[in-house]
DNA sequence: TCTGGGGTCCTAGGACCC
DNA sequence: TCTGGGGTCCTAGGACCC
């Protein structure tokens, strides 16, 4: 049996526990740059605040009501994330849990779930709550995808569920389909949902009924062969062992207000790969390949704000390297190349790709020293910058002004991972 | 006026090779 | 001049996830 733990409205919970007064009470906590609505408590919905709208949408309902309203704070996100992903690894045992989010967690429940999964459940559940505070829903079925619907009847019915639902009989799982649109399942998104309303499958129960073949042909390939297998009980998604690295590391951002000189523009990109340079330092892998874009301000006409036009270019790099010097050599000259004079800008973003183990630490012997010095400068400026604060220390090419630096209007402490802003008991 | 920021996998098609 | 039937590798784009 597998299951998946889902944290209940997660960066709002995180937001709660420093601030209890807000239990019962509504919440939504921001995108960055403040900019959607990207999660809400229930109390938030009822009010009928939609999810992963804009903000700007929402404003008036959130003003009216008085819904506390939290910027983004992923530093205090994480950390919460890491405890409750501790508690179910003392649970389950480490190798049977595969974190797939910041706030979801697959397990293996294996012979643990033999005889009494609903009692097992419940016990991950409140143990999760009892030692870090954070609320979950827990779904238990014998592959992912049906583990995925359960947690789902869980989380909609909480009053009856106690957010604990089981799919462990044949009549239950059936039963689960035949409620559920077809729009629920795990790996039917927007397209698939319309296209399959198109053609009359409405539940989950419709598309269980459909063959293999007929979704090899008309839901992706592969891909949709396995959502059908696994609805049959079979499991075609496994667990993936351990967080392996990533094949790819991008940091992008809306900027605070549009950006119209190439100086902003190549300061965020500056910025940008800074960051970047850091995540593929923690990974120790290093890049061959660097890709640029910026995303003029004009709307897109497709009407599709999400994956409007972007310009961008890319650089291969002769020797793959983690080091930010070597990264934002390249990166400021594709801004260069990119930029248009008179365009303004809305968005700018850096992509490293390629990724490779990072070896130069055994080739150092046989580097010039200049290359040694790098990687100790990088070492020193990455420990200085965790263990303080943010940017402390920086290449010159990321600015002081910041002209095009986020907005972030209701930033909350970063309690549990900066001395300066650990919570106070007085 | 104001709409995030990451990731993954898969497929089709082109370039190139023998 | 005629010209088959495989392979592989890469990229762009589409779909999905949270």
């Avoid at 009892?130 to 909609?156: C, E, F, Q």
């Avoid at 409620?179 to 309303?197: C, H, N, P, S």
């Avoid at 010095?373 to 910058?385: C, K, S």
């Amino acid at each position: 049996m597998k299951a998946i733990v889902d944290c209940n409205s997660f960066y709002c919970s995180c937001e709660r526990l420093f601030e209890p007064q807000l239990d019962q009470k509504p919440v939504v906590v921001l995108s960055n740059n403040d900019g959607c609505i990207i999660s809400r408590t229930d109390e938030a919905k009822a009010l009928g605040v939609g999810m992963a709208g804009p903000y700007f949408k929402a404003k008036n309902v959130i003003e009216q009501n008085s819904v506390s309203v939290f910027s983004s704070n992923y530093n205090l996100y994480g950390d919460l994330s890491r405890r409750v992903m501790q508690t179910l690894k003392e649970m389950v045992g480490e190798n049977n849990v595969e974190v797939y989010s910041v706030d979801e967690a697959f397990l293996s429940l294996g012979e643990f779930a033999n005889s009494n999964s609903d009692q097992l459940a419940m016990d991950i559940r409140k143990t999760v709550e009892r030692w870090t505070g954070i609320k979950v829903s827990v779904g238990v079925a014998p592959t992912k995808t049906l583990a995925k619907l359960a947690n789902y009847l869980a989380k909609k019915d909480k009053a009856i569920t106690d957010c604990v639902t089981v799919l462990d009989t044949q009549q239950k799982i059936i039963h689960a389909l035949k409620i559920t649109d077809v729009k629920e399942l795990w790996g039917v998104g927007r397209q698939y949902a319309d296209k399959l309303k198109g053609l009359g499958i409405c539940t989950a129960w419709d598309l269980y009924n459909l063959s293999e073949e007929w979704a090899h042909r008309c839901l992706g390939g592969v891909v949709g062969v396995r959502l059908i297998k696994e609805l049959h009980g079979e499991e075609s998604i496994i667990m993936e062992k351990e967080l392996v690295n990533k094949k790819m590391i991008a940091t992008t951002r809306m900027f605070g207000a549009p950006v119209a000189s190439l100086n902003d523009i190549k300061e965020a990109v500056a910025t940008y790969t800074s960051r970047a340079a850091e995540k593929l330092r923690r990974q120790q892998s290093a890049a061959s390949v660097i890709n640029v874009f910026v995303v003029p301000k004009e709307p897109s006409q497709t009407g599709r704000f999400r994956h409007g036009p972007s310009i961008g270019s890319h650089s291969i790099l002769s020797t793959p390297s983690a080091l930010t010097q070597d990264l934002i050599k390249p990166a400021l000259q594709i801004a260069e190349r990119i930029y248009e004079q008179g365009r303004s800008y809305k968005k700018a973003g850096v992509i490293l790709s390629g990724l490779v183990p990072d070896n130069s630490i055994q080739a150092n012997l046989f580097e010039p020293p200049s290359k040694n010095m790098g990687r100790y400068l990088m070492e020193m400026m990455d420990n200085i910058n965790f263990s303080m604060r943010n940017d402390v220390v920086k290449f010159a090419s990321s600015g002081t002004k910041r002209n095009w630096k986020m907005r972030q209007e209701f930033h909350s402490p970063r309690y549990t991972t900066r001395w300066e802003e650990l919570y106070e008991v007085h």
